[in-house]
């Protein structure tokens, strides 16, 4: 990737972590003005003071549609999307491929299938979201193994096979999804697994936001600790040997990682399509390939543009919600391409 000029970079690099911090936490309160029922920033500042400081608020009905509903589906939009854009540069260093998304192992399929059987079967419904999540991590987890058994025995973990097993096997789980769908004697049940299967983040709860959190902030720390390491990988493993860098350990490891984050976050959120395959080209035009500025540029970026997305969703066609991947597709397919347009532009330094 051809970037900027080494003394120009290292000054682009922190104004940019400083303006998307300022966006994003701006855009973290005012995103919860938006939705069925509109409220003025006013509105919103006085509840989020009141509960920060723990002084009284005007209207507890306010206070109920920001902190209870607003708040938490915000956060756990900044997860997610953090999540996905992290997922989207380690797979792509991975398997050494810029048109790599999180998904490409399969384990989104697998998720569907672990989803799909729970939503088509009834079986403990009575949990409500937590049985879908369980039943969609199962599945996700399922997949990962099964790609990783296969992808091993065949010869290891290189970035072909990789590609391959994970392409043909995510197939053949939407196969076995879509025929559970086609067996359900629910009518509704088709509706429902394509709006978990396009994505959402309705229903969201302050309980839902701590195993994303907590596997976002562990994954991301072990990526920032090996970022040396992964920037050798993207150059090529015969380059990482010579350098001394265990290759199949990191790419096990780097696989363990981006298998459980993605699992996680598609148990919570379904399947979110082009946030891991877009923000992470943009931040590279932002602050350039190195990982150690790499992963926290895409994480925030990731957020900030996930939180938009699902305001959209909320507000396009009220009081309906339209499903995550349908706005994030119709985003992020022109941003693809004018990314993929500039000139200047580059993956792994190959044009």
């Known amino acids: 990737m051809t970037d900027a000029p080494r003394g120009r970079r290292r000054f682009r690099a922190p104004l940019a972590f400083f303006l998307v911090t300022l966006v994003l936490l701006a855009s973290l309160a005012l995103s919860t003005a938006f939705g069925a029922e509109p409220l003025s920033p006013a ?14 608020v005007a209207d507890l009905a306010y206070d109920t549609i920001v902190w209870q509903l607003r708040v938490p589906r915000a956060l756990l939009a900044a997860l997610v999307g953090a999540g ?19 998904y490409l192992l399969g384990v989104s399929s697998g998720a569907s299938v672990g989803a799909t059987a729970v939503i088509t079967s009834g079986l403990f419904a009575g949990a409500g979201a937590l049985t879908l999540s369980g039943g969609a991590l199962i599945g996700a987890l399922g997949a990962a193994v099964l790609v990783f058994v296969i992808a091993t025995a065949q010869g290891g973990l290189t970035p072909l096979r990789l590609v391959l097993t994970g392409t043909v096997l995510g197939s053949a789980f939407s196969a076995v999804a879509s025929y559970l769908v086609f067996r359900s004697p629910d009518p509704a049940a088709a509706q429902s697994v394509l709006f978990w299967l396009l994505g959402s983040l309705a229903g969201a709860e302050w309980y839902q936001l701590a195993i994303p959190a907590i596997t976002v902030g562990a994954v991301a720390a072990a990526m920032l600790a090996g970022s040396g390491w992964l920037d050798a990988l993207a150059t090529g493993s015969d380059t990482a040997a010579s350098v001394g860098v265990p290759v199949r350990a990191v790419r096990v490891g780097l696989f363990v ?50 939180l938009w997305v699902d305001v959209v969703t909320r507000i396009l066609v009220p009081p309906t919600e339209i499903p995550l991947s349908v706005v994030s597709g ?21 044009g």
């Open 84 to 102: 996905l854009a992290l997922a989207g540069v380690g797979m792509q260093t991975l398997v050494r491929n810029p048109l790599a998304d999180p």
């Open 257 to 306: 990682l981006l298998a459980i984050l993605v699992g996680v976050l598609v148990a919570v959120s379904g399947g979110i399509g082009f946030v891991g395959l877009v923000v992470p080209h943009a931040a590279r035009l932002l602050v350039g390939a190195r990982h150690r500025v790499l992963l926290p540029a895409s994480a925030m970026c990731g957020a900030l543009f996930l």
């Open 43 to 56: 509105m919103v500042i006085d509840v989020l003071v009141g509960r920060v400081t723990g002084g009284p």
């Open 330 to 350: 119709l985003i992020g397919a022109p941003a693809f391409l004018v990314l993929l347009g500039r000139r200047r532009y580059r993956f792994g330094g190959e």
